[in-house]
């Protein structure tokens, strides 16, 4: 249970962008100066722009790993470059995860 206060002082500018930052990543500004400070992890929480462009990339990599296996047979060097494509696009959807 929390029982000490701490206080420091700042100017106005910083003070809002503590807010915006502590927002951004769902916290209180005390949760985010204390995580701060033990140099806890904070994560950003997405917008829902960054969430609608995941799902569009997910279902992207899902159709290019269809084409190429579904020209392997026919075409093995444009099946290769379209999974390479794939891979490229689920590289960045794992950047998402940090």
């Not at 915006?20 to 994560?43: H, N, P, Q, T």
């Amino acid at each position: 249970m929390k029982k000490e206060f701490v206080q420091f002082r700042c100017s106005i500018y910083e003070k809002k962008l503590l807010r915006v930052k502590a927002d951004r990543s769902g916290l209180s500004i005390s949760e985010y100066c204390r995580r701060a400070a033990f140099d806890d992890r904070i994560i950003e929480r997405l917008t829902k722009e960054q969430i609608e462009m995941y799902k569009m990339l997910t279902k992207y990599e899902i159709n290019f790993k269809r084409i190429g296996n579904m020209y392997r047979k026919r075409n093995p060097k444009l099946a290769d470059e379209v999974v390479q494509l794939a891979n490229e696009i689920r590289k960045h959807l794992l950047s998402f995860r940090k």
